[in-house]
């Protein structure tokens, strides 16, 4: 396969194993509605809070929404639109080295974006989605990292989002009317019968296509609309589908192309015809076409790459809609998405119950769909946000969640009351990394924070509650135990009780029952005689020499 090559690639192609783990701390004072809800506004690098995310959320998420920087070159966006961000720049100064002063715009955009994406993959369930925003600046080079990362097979489609009403007079050539959105799955369905796959969901017709629907001959099954007749394949490939039709009102015998056959065997042709389901035409006189009724197609239609400002909003409603929520704050967000467009997006590919990922959060047009949505159809989707500016995630992002949870006053109007949308949100900052800059575990680390990494480098899943004890969980033939006390951790080694002993491994609690597998027990030190631990079906790791990201 194809592959896309830049100045920095090799730099950042594993990067994303190589980010530490950091603590999240939450912020009550910033938090807003039902702390419970399970929804997460993260402020703080997105690379580092993925990882930091990633052993409580790995292999959970069903949607991925980012409107990562479109890298034109402009530097009036919040995200310092050619990469070009102090932040980012310190960033490619470490990882890159040297190298990153020799890089083009594009080049660092392509050195940002690839770690990211690596790590949001690790997000996804199997029949997650991804959907990222952009334009014509990086989509062909986005096109290029997402086929090595998620695979050109999970290629699922690439929408186009009418951005605009209207052309730019101002436009030195031509004048851009829409955005793309580019949508990959972590394992794409193979076929309809596939659904071990992502599989789009069908889209609640509107009135206008409901419209299509007559019944000109008083069909007392209702309103139906005739669809074509023939498929997309040949006479070769099909060739059953390669037969005479007779047309029973003229008697002529009707061949379809030999390169587009009939759409159904003759035994189910046959079945049509008894069932008054072939349409001849309004004279009678033309080729078949299947009706297809109203009633029996309620589960709704199949989604399209082409998202309109009217089904979608715009970038002026878009607009319209973060100033309106936000009157009267004195700050305001100059790219926001319009809520309508990513609630489209959460219509195609989500359930009532499914988690949401946007790690460019932005103004918070994500979380205020996931919301809306949950409203209309009393779902409990979640949602997780991650926003870098810090300004940007306290004054913006939390202030419209919070303003759309609680209710608000359109336009600061209090003629014009709009209706809390219910839910809330934890708002979080990242903290201090897990281990130290010597290897060893960060004092500020509590018994659950190791636990949830340590299960999940052992394991890759999640750990499966919080952690209480040290028996922290099984998966796959392994129950994996931890001996860590934070207090004993902070004293001379020769005091610590972090230790696997005889004692202590006779204490520790037993796998469930049925469980058959090793143990694998993770503690400072060790006392007990290998004979002993092979023994006792035990592998021991030392803290923090073999714990993934400890180095």
């Known amino acids: 396969m194809p592959t896309l090559d830049w100045i920095g690639k090799q730099a950042v192609v594993n ?272 080729r078949p076409r299947l009706k297809k009724f109203l009633k029996n197609g309620m589960n709704g239609v199949v989604p399209s790459t082409w998202l309109t400002r009217e089904e979608c909003g715009d970038n002026q409603e878009a607009r319209r809609e973060i100033r309106a929520i936000l009157s009267g704050t004195g700050t305001d967000f100059e790219t926001p998405k319009p809520t309508r467009l990513i609630l489209r997006i959460l219509e195609i590919a989500t359930g009532p119950n499914d988690l949401i990922l946007d790690s460019f959060a932005g103004s918070g047009t994500t979380g205020h769909a996931v919301l809306d949505l949950n409203k209309q159809d009393g779902g409990h989707r979640r949602f997780i946000l991650v926003e870098m500016e810090g300004n940007v995630a306290k004054d913006v992002t939390a202030e419209r969640l919070r303003r759309v949870i609680e209710g608000y006053n359109k336009g600061g109007d209090p003629e014009k009351p709009v209706e809390g949308l219910g839910g809330g949100f934890r708002f979080c900052r990242l903290g201090t990394p897990l281990f130290d800059e010597f290897g060893d575990i960060a004092g500020e680390v509590t018994f659950p924070d190791l636990a949830a990494h340590i299960f999940f480098s052992e394991t890759g899943v999640p750990i499966p509650e919080r952690a209480t004890g040290p028996l922290l969980g099984t998966h796959q033939g392994k129950a994996v135990y931890l001996l860590f006390d934070p207090a004993s951790a902070q004293a001379p080694r020769a005091a610590a009780g972090n230790v696997l002993t005889p004692d202590k491994l006779a204490e520790l609690p037993d796998p469930p029952e049925g469980f058959e597998g090793v143990r694998v027990v993770y503690a400072e030190g060790c006392t007990v005689s290998p004979e002993r631990l092979k023994a006792a079906g035990v592998v021991f790791r030392q803290i923090p020499y073999q714990v993934e990201g400890a180095a």
């Not at 990633?54 to 009036?76: M, Q, R």
């Not at 040949?234 to 030999?258: F, K, V």
């Open 15 to 286: 990067h994303h194993r190589e980010v530490p783990y950091r603590l999240i701390h939450c912020d009550k004072e910033l938090s807003a509605g039902d702390a419970e809800a399970g929804n997460l506004l993260v402020q703080g690098d997105n690379l580092q809070a993925l990882r930091a995310l990633l052993p409580y959320y790995a292999g959970k998420v069903k949607c991925i929404y980012i409107d990562p920087p479109y890298n034109t070159g402009n530097e009036g966006w919040v995200y310092n639109d050619n990469v070009n961000s102090p932040e980012i720049r310190k960033w490619l100064g470490e990882v890159v080295g040297k190298e990153a002063e020799d890089l083009s715009r594009h080049d660092k955009w392509l050195c940002m974006m690839y770690p990211r994406l690596r790590l949001l993959r690790e997000f996804l369930r199997e029949d997650g989605v991804i959907f990222v925003s952009i334009d014509d600046d990086e989509n062909h080079r986005l096109r290029m990292i997402l086929d090595e990362i998620f695979g050109v097979r999970n290629f699922v489609a690439t929408f186009a989002w009418q951005k605009k009403q209207s052309p730019q007079n101002d436009a030195i050539s031509v004048s851009d009317m829409h955005d793309y959105v580019v949508c990959y799955a972590k394992k794409a369905a193979l076929s309809r019968e596939d659904t071990s796959g992502f599989r789009a969901n069908r889209l609640q017709r509107t009135d206008v296509q409901d419209g299509r629907f007559k019944n000109p001959d008083d069909d007392p099954r209702g309103p139906w609309f005739s669809a074509d007749y023939t498929c997309a394949k040949s006479a070769d490939e099909r060739p059953n589908l390669y037969y005479s039709i007779i047309n029973p009102n003229t008697g002529e015998e009707i061949w379809p192309s030999r390169t587009r056959v009939w759409g159904y065997s003759k035994d189910e042709h046959e079945r049509h015809c008894r069932e008054n389901l072939i349409y001849w035409g309004a004279d009678g006189k033309g």
